[in-house]
């Protein structure tokens, strides 16, 4: 295919990102980067442009993963962050342009990115340098040291040379230096954990990592640079109520909801970003029984205190039972919940793979396809800050399209089989043509 400056697609079937019911036979006119007009096909007439005829073929708003870690690592989590911290970080600045180029063939035209590598990768994708979706940097996370993303097993200095996704902060002033020099470099948000995320011993799901004033500051900081949302890791009931306080915009997993923070998060226009299918198979994922115990480095600070009580498997499962408990109690009650698949590097998950898999876990746990579409498409879109320009179907929106061969709203397998997109669109340019670069 080729597409004009300007061009209509026509006799095409709209799925719009916001209810999502298919709207058939309709025309969507393109000009430049932009979405100019759409119309039912009754009152459509030609006016000289390039008319691309699609009958049979759906159109929706390019995907959004509103968190992934285009970091360029690799590793399988035996080691934790060893194998990637093992590497040159020019290295894992190339490969996480091929991590983002996955994102942007499985569909995804936006991702927003907690790595350090989001924030220069985005300068290339904007002007066109190579093909890769929109790219919403959060820049590195703030961390407190021994938090996750410290990696206790190197020197803390090698450590803030060189992690990934991480700038480590304590205390007030630590956290508002970190908030401005994050933001210097052109992050488009600020992402803190409120939470240790389970690497290491130093780093449990269970402990709160930042105090109150911290958080405070963090989001007081962001907020005065107007258009700067703040996203909290929180894996605890007490963080996520501290995080809300302090004035997040998003929850990042959640999953220790109660009714009255769900209200809360509804009253304030707080977005959940559940990360569902990693955190519900938590266990499951983890790569535990394959280790040589003998073998293995074991930086973790609590070992005495916790290696003979390993979690039992009915913990474990209370646990990913919990996830979801969340996940439906939060859906139940109305928040706003984004996709967003916590893609962190390869093999242990797929770039593009995971994120779609994410979108079946929705659906799985009680979304309709309807409603996961909206939570990949213009939900995730004010994850990004970024509703005026992306999400829907609309004029005056950059056209970030996919055009598919079946309806995507029949079943949540269409969009899970990348092989149903015969193009992608992004601001308005064939980016994408039967899963190749078209540039
Ligand atoms: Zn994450």
New binding site residues.
């Given amino acids: 295919m080729f597409f004009e400056e300007t061009y209509v697609l026509t006799n095409i079937t709209i799925i719009d990102g916001i209810d999502n019911d298919p709207q058939s036979n309709m025309f969507l006119r393109v000009k430049g980067r932009n979405i100019e007009e759409i119309g039912s096909m009754d009152a459509y007439a030609a006016d000289g442009r390039q008319e691309i005829d699609l009958a049979g073929h759906y159109i929706m708003p390019g995907l959004i993963d509103a ?1 992934i ?1 285009m970091a360029g690592g690799r590793g399988t989590g035996e080691w934790g962050d060893t194998e990637i911290l093992c590497e040159p970080k020019e290295v894992r600045a190339m490969r996480s342009i091929y991590e983002a180029q996955k994102m942007l063939k499985a569909g995804f035209t936006t991702v927003r990115d ?1 790595s350090w590598n989001s924030l220069y990768m985005k300068r290339i994708f904007f002007d066109n340098t190579l093909p890769g979706p929109k790219v919403i940097a959060c820049g590195p996370g703030l961390a407190r040291a021994g938090g996750h993303c410290d990696s206790p097993q190197f020197p803390l200095d090698f450590v803030k040379q060189n992690h990934f996704w991480a700038i480590i902060a304590d205390g007030e002033d630590e956290c508002r230096r970190a908030v401005r020099q994050v933001l210097r470099e052109g992050a488009d948000q600020i992402k803190f954990w409120a939470t240790g995320g389970g690497n290491w011993g130093t780093d449990r799901i269970t402990d709160t990592h930042y105090s109150q004033e911290e958080m405070n500051i963090i989001c007081k900081e962001a907020h005065m640079i107007k258009g700067t949302m703040v996203c909290a ?1 929180c894996e605890t009931e007490e963080t996520i109520r501290m995080a809300i306080e302090a004035g997040v915009d998003t929850i ?1 997993h959640g999953e220790e909801l109660t009714p009255e923070l769900c209200d809360l998060m509804v009253e304030r226009d707080i977005i959940l970003v559940p ?1 569902l299918f990693l955190l519900a198979n938590w266990y499951d994922l983890l790569p535990i029984g394959d280790i040589d115990e003998t073998r293995l480095v074991r930086p973790d600070a609590f070992l005495y205190r916790d290696y003979y009580h390993p979690i039992p498997r009915a913990e474990q499962e209370a646990y990913m039972k919990q996830v979801i408990d969340s996940f439906e109690l939060a859906l139940k009650k109305g928040v706003k919940i984004a996709l967003g698949s ?1 893609t ?1 590097y390869e093999p242990s998950c797929e770039y593009g793979e995971q994120s779609l898999v994410e979108f079946a876990e929705l659906v799985k746990h009680g979304m309709t396809v309807k409603q996961a579409i909206r939570a990949a498409t213009y939900t995730a879109a004010e994850a990004c800050g970024m509703q005026r320009d992306i999400g829907s179907i609309e004029a005056g929106k950059l056209a970030d399209l996919l055009i598919l061969r079946d309806d995507p709203t029949r079943d949540v397998e269409v969009l899970c089989n990348t092989e149903n997109i015969r193009c992608i669109v992004t601001d308005g340019r064939l980016t994408v043509e039967e899963g190749r670069f078209a540039w």
Wanted: net charge negative; charged share 25%; no cysteine.
């Fill in positions: 968190h870690h907690i890791h990042e990360t916590d962190v």
